[in-house]
């Protein structure tokens, strides 16, 4: 009963902890959305039409305005002063949350933009585990975050000898998708080779 307990428990604060940031990122856009139509709205009523494709003409001049705004941000973020301001709010604010670090792997890993963590498996108490290679040490040992199934952002972190890492080729993506499936595709995952 208590492996239950302690099962519900883990799953619950790990749901939680996924589903915190992509709630409270849709609640700002949301708000964000709401704060544009009301800047936007003595022009937009002034348009011949009121609604295009059942959407509200100001709705999709608020969307069209936050994605310009995004992209100029992205332009923005490109240059030497975008990446330095970047790097100072992750410092000192974004890497303090929980799971940030691998979310944004994870969301670098879909998008291609990177390739996220280094995959691996790793040998902890004679067993074989599925983890991620999150530094390596100038002395050629390794810090492995070794996740939970199902929630990927919740684990525990190891400091280990090379010998106990074996870095496999798949994507992080293939990976996260393999422990919140429970393990499933861990067969073909840990058949890779190094």
């Not at 969307?63 to 240059?79: E, K, S």
Request: with cysteine; glycine share 8%.
């Amino acid at each position: 009963m208590n492996r239950i307990l302690e099962f519900v428990k883990t799953s619950v604060i790990g749901g939680f902890f996924v589903m915190l940031p992509v709630a409270l990122i849709l609640f700002l856009l949301v708000e964000l959305a709401e704060i544009v139509i009301l800047i936007t709205e003595p022009v937009t009523e002034h348009l011949p039409i009121e609604t295009l494709g059942g959407i509200e003409v100001a709705t999709l001049v608020a969307i069209l305005l936050i994605l310009a705004a995004c992209f100029v941000t992205g332009l923005a973020m490109r240059t030497q002063i975008g990446i330095r301001f970047g790097e100072l709010v992750e410092r000192f604010g974004l890497n303090r949350l929980p799971g940030y670090t691998l979310l944004k792997s994870l969301t670098q890993s879909f998008s291609g933009v990177q390739e996220g963590f280094a995959v691996a498996v790793a040998t902890i108490h004679d067993s074989d585990v599925l983890g991620f290679i999150v530094e390596e040490h100038d002395n050629g040992d390794f810090t492995v975050f070794v996740p939970t199934a199902p929630t990927p952002t919740i684990g525990t972190v190891y400091c280990l000898k090379p010998e106990k890492v074996r870095k496999l080729d798949g994507p992080m993506s293939e990976a996260v998708n393999c422990i919140m499936q429970w393990g499933i595709g861990s067969k073909a995952l840990f058949a890779q080779p190094s």
